[in-house]
């Protein structure tokens, strides 16, 4: 009897403490652009992940209220944002537009509603309640100076489109290893002249940072004149290369760099994507390949909406959390906006130093994926210190009554106990999306993650090749024979290379045969027997090309114009120059030297000079005679002005 009674009052205790706790139906606000599809579809597709794996919110259900604005038109968005805050929201997701999403921050702002955004921000500060996934851009900055370094880039050409490109360079710009001249494309669709302009200037490493849509347009001009050859290397800024149709510039040996940070060729995107496109397909929605392609933003979306489920789980853990209609003329804020934006921050943080030295050993923390994607992700209950509900799960206990502190890594109870196996601490806790490691510095800011380094191969196109890292810098993955190539300026393997040398023995000369010769036959020498060796050594064919007029090239004061093999080397009609070339300053800014394979001990031989025998005014020598006369003067001087003065 008594305990059936206590099991009713347990149970009564426990529905009357979640009266006040989420709605069952929870609000969230989404603005996008018309034309942005895939935001659009990636966001309405994440809430209908969250909705359908109870893990994530455990409680509640998500529903989304979404508006389709112009970019640019702040007045309509502001309005829109009144009508959605007015009916009761949890947070507002988007917009794209930099102008937009201000003003739709300062609302979020001034009504405490979490604000989050997918968008490249250039902005050094976060306000209070706004939350950024996307990649800050000083750390993306970061990565390309890393990966140019890598590959030993000295000098390039920026080209740009809008003022953002410069900022997002500006780790580049600043950089004084790097020789860096800056171009911007016009408003037309016609940048042959630009881009003939690069081309006379003979720089061969080009640095694209345009929009999405206007990258196949610059490299296909650039191909058209003959910018995307063998010699060329060209850098591409954008997130998203692997959306280009890049089929056209596979096959002509050029050297094309880019980041990403979603690897579509993951299980879990690949997942995402088959998932995406067959529950589009229960609605009668038919999602064609190439918008289902993954984009980073749309990625980021994605991320953000379970981010922001599983910290509203949390939250609702630890206190009784309402949402109310909100009014852009009051001034009623929402309570719970602070402490839920401050839960999605404290995700993946670190402890401070005293407090993780208590955490428990034999700690074995669940791992658990977003939405049922196989992926490692450490979770744990956060605590707040107030009075409350507190669940712990899955599979943990609920407890009602006392102060619940963080100490030590467990849960002070009412009798003061730890309960070390049930918690997580927050150093465990790391969530992994479609975008990696979802973590955020103290200032809001996610400069943590990681970037896939892309080339492009002629055999299997966009290829990852390296990893980059914060931490670890720019690190390549590919073997001995591949790396030997980047110091060449272009990959040399298999390949068959045009090798331009001067009949000067015995560096090269004709052979003598009776037989008639073809070919590198005709040639013997220290250098067709080294140029031999190192062909060997890399792997690649060459052909012997005899500079007609034994000139090794000078510069013309006048014209600027170089002549002899160094103009052949120039103009790309040879690959390689070898010969007993003497490395002078001038020829150094024109052309790549190698280490020299012989040093000449040229000097001037004069005869030493001997010792005179001393003289009788050899005590003089330290003064010239004007000096002396100088000095005389002044003590007649000084004398006779002294016996007048007595």
């Not at 790549?592 to 012989?598: A, E, L, N, V």
């Amino acid at each position: 009897m008594h305990v059936a009674m206590l099991t009713v009052l347990v149970v009564l205790s426990c529905c009357c403490s979640r009266l006040h706790a989420l709605p069952d139906l929870i609000t969230i606000g989404g603005i996008f652009d018309p034309y942005d599809q895939r935001q659009y579809l990636a966001f309405q597709y994440a809430v209908e992940r969250v909705n359908a794996d109870p893990t994530t919110l455990s409680r509640s259900r998500l529903q989304a209220a979404i508006e389709k604005l112009p970019a640019d038109d702040s007045f309509h968005a502001s309005k829109k944002v009144c009508d959605i805050l007015r009916d009761g929201v949890a947070a507002i997701f988007g917009p794209q537009s930099e102008n937009t999403a201000n003003h739709v921050q300062s609302i979020c702002d001034a009504l405490e509603v979490p604000h989050i955004e997918t968008r490249w921000d250039f902005k050094v500060r976060r306000d209070e309640y706004s939350l950024n996934l996307y990649p800050h851009p000083s750390s993306i900055s970061r990565a390309y100076y890393d990966v140019l370094k890598k590959l030993a880039w000295k000098s390039f050409v920026v080209l740009y489109d809008s003022s953002e490109g410069l900022i997002r360079l500006q780790t580049l710009l600043k950089a004084k290893e790097f020789k860096v001249t800056v171009r911007q494309l016009n408003e037309g669709t016609d940048w042959r002249p630009l881009l003939k302009d690069i081309k006379k200037s003979q720089e061969t490493k080009i640095v694209i940072d345009v929009q999405q849509d206007r990258i196949y347009e610059v490299m296909k001009q650039a191909s058209q004149i003959g910018l995307m050859r063998e010699y060329h290397g060209y850098f591409i800024t954008s997130l998203d290369l692997h959306l280009v149709d890049l089929e056209d510039f596979r096959y002509g040996g050029t050297n094309i760099t880019s980041l990403r940070l979603v690897d579509p060729n993951k299980p879990e995107a690949m997942k995402f994507v088959e998932d995406w496109k067959y529950g589009e397909l229960r609605y009668g929605i038919t999602i064609d390949d190439n918008t289902a392609r993954i984009t980073t933003e749309s990625a980021l979306m994605y991320d953000a909406v379970h981010l922001f489920a599983r910290a509203l789980d949390d939250l609702d853990g630890s206190r009784d959390v309402d949402i109310t209609p909100l009014y852009c003329e009051g001034d009623k804020t929402w309570s719970h906006g602070s402490s839920l934006v401050n839960y999605m921050k404290w995700y993946s943080s670190r402890r401070p130093e005293n407090e993780r030295d208590n955490i428990p050993r034999g700690y074995d923390p669940m791992m658990r994926g977003i939405s049922g994607i196989p992926v490692g992700m450490q979770y744990g209950m956060t605590m707040n210190g107030r009075q409350g509900m507190s669940m712990l799960r899955p599979g943990g206990m609920m407890m009602r009554g006392s102060n619940i502190n963080r100490m030590g890594g467990g849960i002070m109870g009412a009798g003061g106990g730890l309960f070390n196996n049930m918690t997580r601490p927050f150093d465990q806790v790391q969530v992994y999306g479609l975008t990696g490691l979802i973590k955020f510095d103290t200032r809001g800011f996610r400069t943590e993650f990681e970037l896939d380094i892309l080339e492009l191969d002629a055999m299997a196109g966009l290829t990852k090749v390296g990893v980059w890292t914060k931490a670890n810098g720019a690190n390549y993955t590919r073997h001995l024979q591949q790396t030997e190539h980047l110091g060449m300026g272009f990959n040399a393997l298999n390949r068959t290379l045009v090798v331009i040398t001067a009949l000067t023995p015995p560096y090269a000369m004709r052979k003598e045969s009776s037989a008639p010769l073809t070919g590198n036959d005709q040639y013997e020498g220290f250098c067709v027997d080294l140029i031999d060796a190192i062909s060997k050594e890399i792997g690649f064919s060459y052909t012997i090309k005899v500079e007609p007029d034994g000139v090794y090239g000078s510069k013309d004061k006048d014209t600027g114009e170089w002549t002899g093999m160094i103009r052949e080397l120039l103009d790309h009609k040879a690959d390689l120059g070898i010969v007993d070339f003497t490395i002078t300053y001038e020829r150094e800014e024109a052309v790549d030297f190698s280490m020299p394979f012989m040093n000449l001990g040229i000097s001037i031989i004069y005869k030493k000079p001997g010792k005179k025998a001393p003289s009788l005014f050899s005590f003089m020598s330290p003064f010239s005679l004007d000096v002396w006369i100088y000095m005389a003067t002044a003590y007649l001087g000084v004398s006779v002005l002294l016996f007048m003065l007595a």
